[in-house]
């Protein structure tokens, strides 16, 4: 199992980072459709699928760099592992972009609303839910600058 470690390099230990990290973020999104306020019961399909497709491009980057080829074929699997690890910064920015917009006119009438009705919109429950949206938008950003920054670092050192 050590060796196993030994032959990693930096690209792996983020790439599994990233993989993590939009993990969190779909569960925050799942939370903040399900929880009482707001956004209960916006939940939207394609922000679940690009998550999750984005979670399996990572694994599935750090699963072929295992793997060892030889000519071609190495080169090619270098290709598909970095197409991969690209596509799920891809998909991560793609489910950020999609979750602030169905939040961010919500968003705007929780915390910008007239003085006259604050009391109304405010509310403990509308609140939670604002602040869980935001934390979610948080942590797909992170989720999508490591996936960035993964894909500039090798994967595995090259046995002798």
Do not use: H
């Not at 790439?15 to 956004?39: C, E, K, P, Q, R």
């Not at 009438?109 to 919109?121: A, Q, R, T």
């Amino acid at each position: 199992m050590a060796e196993f470690f030994k032959r990693q390099k930096v690209g792996t230990y983020i790439t599994a980072l990233v993989a993590v990290l939009a993990l969190v973020s779909l569960i925050i999104y799942a939370v903040n459709g399900a929880a009482d306020g707001y956004f209960k019961g916006l939940t939207e399909t394609p922000v679940v699928l690009m998550s999750v497709i984005a979670i399996l491009c990572a694994a599935g980057s750090i699963v072929l760099a295992q793997f060892e080829f030889e000519g071609n074929a190495a080169k090619a699997a270098n290709l598909f592992g970095d197409a991969l690890r690209i596509a799920a910064a891809m998909l991560l920015i793609a489910s950020m972009l999609l979750f602030i917009g169905s939040r961010i006119e919500g968003l705007a009438y929780i915390f910008g609303s007239d003085e006259n009705v604050l009391d109304e919109v405010q509310t403990p429950a509308n609140l939670s839910s604002a602040y869980t949206a935001i934390c979610g938008f948080v942590f797909y950003a992170i989720s999508w600058v490591f996936a960035m920054a993964a894909a500039f670092f090798g994967m595995v050192k090259k046995t002798a």
